[in-house]
Nanobody, 124 residues
Framework: QVQLVESGGGLVQAGGSLRLSCAAS????????MGWFRQAPGKEREFVVA????????RYAESVKGRFTISRDNAKNTVYLQMNSLKPEDTAVYYC?????????????????WGQGTQVTVSS
């Protein structure tokens, strides 16, 4: 069993920044890929970014490329999402997810465990 707890969400003005954290417990964090997804009201959950077990490989959704940065600290069992130049369309609940194998994927269904989500609201 894996527990994922997100934090760092909040309300920010357009152009501002937030840093999300996802703390993991329950299994060997460093062996698994991690991802961030988001879901806006009335929309389906969408892929944001993923990172391989080592942090050496990342993949970003086109909508966040150049603005968001994912990183991980395996010693702290934590993955981070630095979000800069935020836009109102970034408003959503952000979820981190843990995948059972080291390679990253953009497919939500391939992630085994999910956090409870943290709300990010960007005002115009």
């Amino acid at each position: 069993q894996v527990q994922l707890v997100e934090s760092g969400g909040g309300l920010v003005q357009a152009g501002g920044s937030l840093r999300l954290s996802c703390a993991a417990s329950g299994r060997t964090f460093s062996s698994y890929a991690m991802g961030w997804f988001r879901q806006a009201p009335g929309k389906e959950r969408e892929f944001v970014v993923a990172i391989s077990w080592s942090g050496g490989s990342t993949r970003y959704a086109e909508s966040v490329k150049g603005r968001f940065t994912i990183s991980r600290d395996n010693a702290k069992n934590t993955v981070y999402l630095q979000m800069n130049s935020l836009k109102p369309e970034d408003t959503a609940v952000y979820y981190c997810a843990s995948k059972g194998t080291p390679d990253l994927t953009v497919v939500a269904g391939r992630y085994d465990y999910w956090g409870q989500g943290t709300q990010v609201t960007v005002s115009s």
